[in-house]
């Protein structure tokens, strides 16, 4: 395993579907219970693996096993990317969580969604989640109340890079 500093973070292809497989399947039932409620994001990776989900987009950090094996480290995503709001889902596996490995991958989604003129990013966290809420908000999201589901709802806005005219 490598330093979480040298993993390399790329956009996740049809070709690394059975590493999503491996990277769900070792979820533990408190991760699965935040990130993966009835399989739905597990499903919607294998989905976009499967090219069904043109509104989303997925990267991935990967490593290698002392054997050379290469698996998933973490996940990302964005849906609804074309909004000026998308989503944002996010996971680490089991044995690299609290290592700032998730800090990494929302940095690529704030990234890409302030080089695409985004104009910030949402998501929900499970209110037990109080890891997960610590990284959103070393991240810079904010909790802006509870969302319809019951999980808190946190936004990260970007300030406006133009200035608008008004008449």
Known sequence: MNDID???IRLMTAEDKPLAEEFFAQMSDISAGFFNMQ???EL??????DGKLSDHEFWIATDREENGREFIAGIVFVWEKESMLPWLGVAVAERLQGRRLGQRLVGTVIDWCRSTGRGGIMLTTHKNNIRGQKLYERCGFERHGVWHNDEFLYIL???CETKIKYN
């Open 6 to 8: 040298s993993l390399q």
């Open 39 to 41: 399989r739905g994001n």
């Open 157 to 159: 806005r970007f300030k």
């Open 44 to 49: 919607r990776a294998y989905n976009f693996c």
